[in-house]
């Protein structure tokens, strides 16, 4: 049975990274760094907290200012503090209880964390997106973290660059062997060449080139942090939300969210979510609790079920005004199943989220429409309902306080582009797209990743979805005119993709369902594969559609298929 190893502290957090904040020398058998030119120590977080002074003051003593070691010379987001607490408890043999866990990772949260604008460039990796990311700002940086790890780790960071170049020196003595090789942190950084004299006395290691451009472009203080700290305003979530979303393959949801505080718990919050999936019709009730960090972002566990086996992650991004919660919830082993969300306060009036089809073609006469909701008008007449140039809303089907039912016709010549939907006086802006035809379609992810399982680890599932495209005023594909149409219903298939003389991956890797979603193989060797090979491997994925009146199109992606994460030492469950 294959498992993971779990600390809990009461906010779920998981298995222990193999790191710790090691700043003697390395071991023998690696090369000795040279020693980092240590500075004057002129700028540093106190801290306040006389809890976390109490927790971690044993290995981290605090200076006349109450600047503690190592601690005060940081700032991370909620995962990555973490990562750090976890990494005392299993290495260090912190004497950390639950209560003082949680309180110490709220306070360095908080008090040492990221600015909005900081986060955001990263919020990839706190939701466990998982996308094709190069880190543009030095090539053999990225290089070099980005071989074991993901770079957001990295860019989640501010550091002195004292506190950089212990980093380094941790990452030397827990790993020695990322000094050898090609890709060493001596030897190659990744495919980078050393600075300096190339191979001379003065030339720089990788390791040092990475320390240098890391220490100039993230800084501990910074204009953002410093404004961010002044500026920010209590929590006041409580009241109701509304819900828009979408779900790869499984297409728009629309529903409702209260939030209320939990008591004894700093910025914590119960909810009670319900949300539909428009083609469905499904409808799904979950309770959940979450914590804001740092005055902005949301961590939250919500599950359907009262054993909680069914529970749904929640990573999300409060807005500067708090109005707006926009992010992602996900489930899954490898948090691969997800729902892109946006929460809007519900106001006093009238609010528009958005519509059950997101495109309209010229021409189409009595087509029904849906729009949701907060607060719209139970009655209402077809003039208060704009759809924008071109498109008349001829009836008023039905209404709800959280949805209205219309029909549209669209008129033949009616331009193709966007438009705002409005409802007696409220709008979203680009609520839908008119259009004539269907260019193409084009398959998301356009590279999938699966890893087989089922046996001894857990199977990766990789959710298609095909989605419609008009290729806008200049009529070509993939510029930035193009018009998305929406998710369309595929004829999905899978085609080998070559790379050798003799392929059968196809035969083996796993099955593609009617609906776009890709179950993979078991793991381990299979006997029944010439030289008893396992069940990775690559395939191409196809959609085909033909639109109605319209002349077929195809779209393709790549399948990787690929070995299960064997260890799992990432940070998954901050805000249990």
Not at 49 to 61: K, N
Not at 190 to 197: M, N, T, V
Not at 495 to 517: C, H, P, R, W
Request: proline content about 6%; glycine content about 12%.
């Amino acid at each position: 049975m294959f498992t993971r190893t779990r600390i809990i502290f009461g906010l779920g957090l998981a298995a222990p990274a193999l790191a710790i904040a090691l700043v003697g020398a390395s071991p023998a058998s690696a090369p000795t760094p040279a020693a980092p030119v240590m500075q004057q120590v002129v700028e540093g977080i106190p801290v306040t907290s006389a809890e976390v002074r109490q927790a971690c003051g044993a290995c981290h003593p605090s200076d006349a200012e109450g600047r503690m070691s190592r601690i005060s010379y940081r700032r991370a987001t909620p995962e990555n503090w973490e990562l750090t607490v976890k990494r005392m408890l299993a290495l260090n043999d912190a004497p950390l209880t639950t209560e003082q866990a949680r309180v110490v990772l709220k306070y360095l949260s908080d008090h040492h964390g990221l600015a909005p604008d900081e986060a955001k460039p990263v919020m990839f990796d706190a939701e466990r997106r998982l996308i094709d990311f190069t880190y543009a700002g030095d090539t053999q940086t990225h290089n070099l973290c980005n071989q074991c790890h993901s770079m957001g780790r990295v860019l989640s960071e501010r550091r002195t660059p004292e506190e950089w170049t212990l980093l380094i020196a941790m990452h030397r003595g827990v790993y020695p062997g990322i000094d050898g090789g090609s890709g060493g942190f001596r030897r190659g950084g990744g495919g980078g060449a050393r600075g300096g004299d190339a191979g001379g006395a003065n030339a720089k290691m990788p390791m040092d080139l990475a320390t240098d451009h890391l220490s100039r472009a993230f800084p501990l203080m910074s204009t953002e942090w410093a404004a961010w700290s002044a500026a920010r305003a209590p929590m006041r979530l409580t009241g109701r939300w509304a819900l828009s979303g979408h779900q790869p393959g499984l297409g728009p949801v629309y529903g409702e969210v209260t939030i209320e505080p939990q008591p004894g718990v700093a910025d914590g919050f119960v909810t009670k979510t319900t949300f539909t999936y428009v083609t469905s019709g499904r409808t799904v009730i979950r309770s959940g609790r979450g914590i804001v960090y740092t005055g902005f972002q949301w961590r939250g566990r919500a599950t359907e079920s009262a054993d909680g086996a069914d529970a749904w992650r929640e990573v999300a991004t409060i807005s500067r005004d708090q109005n707006e919660i926009a992010g992602r919830w996900f489930t899954g082993f490898y948090a691969e199943t997800g729902l892109d969300v946006t929460l809007r306060r519900v106001p006093p009036g009238v609010l528009v989220t958005g519509t059950d089809v997101p495109s309209l073609k010229t021409g189409t006469i009595g087509q029904t429409v849906r729009l949701y909701g907060a607060n719209l008008p139970m009655k209402i007449a077809p003039a208060d309902v704009v759809l924008g140039a071109g498109v008349t809303v001829t009836r008023v089907v039905a209404s709800t306080p959280t949805m209205l039912t219309v029909t549209v016709d669209v008129a033949g010549d009616a331009r193709v582009g966007p438009r705002d939907v409005l409802v007696a006086g409220a709008m979203r802006p680009a609520a839908l797209v008119v259009y004539d035809t269907v260019d193409g379609i084009r398959i998301t992810p356009r590279a999938g990743l699966a890893r087989v399982g089922g046996i001894v680890h857990p199977k990766m599932f990789q959710q298609f979805e095909a989605v419609a495209y008009h290729h806008g005023a200049d009529g070509k594909a993939g510029t930035d005119d193009d018009l998305m149409l929406g998710m369309v219903d595929a004829t999905w298939s899978m085609e080998e993709y070559s790379a050798t003389f003799v392929e059968d991956d196809i035969k083996y890797v796993g099955e593609l369902s009617a609906a776009g979603l890709f179950t993979p193989n078991v793991d381990g060797t299979n006997p029944e594969r010439s030289g008893n090979r396992n069940n990775i491997g690559d395939v191409w994925v196809t959609a085909d559609y033909t639109p109605p009146g319209g002349v077929p199109v195809r779209g393709r992606a790549h399948l990787l298929v690929t070995a299960p994460i064997y260890m799992d030492w990432s940070s998954t469950e901050v805000g249990k």
